[in-house]
């Protein structure tokens, strides 16, 4: 959980994707690729021109955002195509029955990835945020953050601002969890 593969693409276009499944099969990688309208070329290729039984050059896979998996409590925070890091370490923490919770932020209902999987799995600990839902307004990561664990391992994968959001609202956090 947490960990990317670099896809060699035609033209030498190099995209890194998350890894969205546990490893549990090294012989296959499952990414999320979410089609860009401003793509340079990586997620258009992918969803426009790729077919079953293309052959790519791939990465092993690498983890510069590690799950402490035996955590005594897990806050996840996902933006947008930042679920897709996420969402591996939601199952293998529901795998491992150890305690999370994930805040998921999005634009709209039809933006949000892995929605209806992510209700199944765990209702009670999944909180959804939906920007056009609430009159525009971003997901408060300073409410959540201040009501985690004091203990709890936290990460959070989205967009710059949301980065700069959570950075903010940690700075006081013991650094490391």
């Given at each position: 959980p947490g960990a990317h593969i670099d896809l060699h693409l035609p033209g030498g276009l190099i995209r890194q994707f998350s890894l969205v499944v546990p490893a549990s099969n090294h012989d296959i990688y499952v990414v999320g690729v979410k089609r860009d309208e401003n793509?340079?070329?990586?997620?258009?290729?992918?969803?426009?021109?790729?077919?079953?039984?293309?052959?790519?050059?791939?990465?092993?896979?690498?983890?510069?955002?590690?799950?402490?998996?035996?955590?005594?409590?897990v806050v996840l925070f996902a933006g947008g195509i930042g679920i897709t890091p996420i969402w591996c370490m939601v199952?293998?923490?529901?795998?491992?029955?150890?305690?999370?919770?994930?805040?998921?932020?999005?634009?709209?209902?039809?933006d949000m990835a892995f929605l209806g999987a992510l209700k199944k799995l765990a209702p009670d600990a999944v909180h959804l945020h939906f920007d056009d839902e609430a009159s525009g307004k971003f997901l408060d990561l300073g409410s959540a953050v201040a009501g985690a664990p004091a203990g709890a391992h936290l990460y959070c994968c989205g967009p710059k601002p949301m980065l700069a959001a959570f950075e903010a609202?940690?700075?006081?956090r013991p650094h490391g969890l």
């Open positions: 793509s340079r070329g990586g997620s258009r290729y992918i969803i426009e021109e790729m077919k079953v039984g293309d052959e790519i050059r791939l990465s092993a896979p690498r983890n510069t955002f590690p799950l402490v998996g035996d955590a005594e409590h199952q293998e923490l529901a795998a491992r029955q150890r305690p999370w919770r994930l805040y998921y932020s999005c634009r709209s209902r039809d609202a940690t700075a006081s």
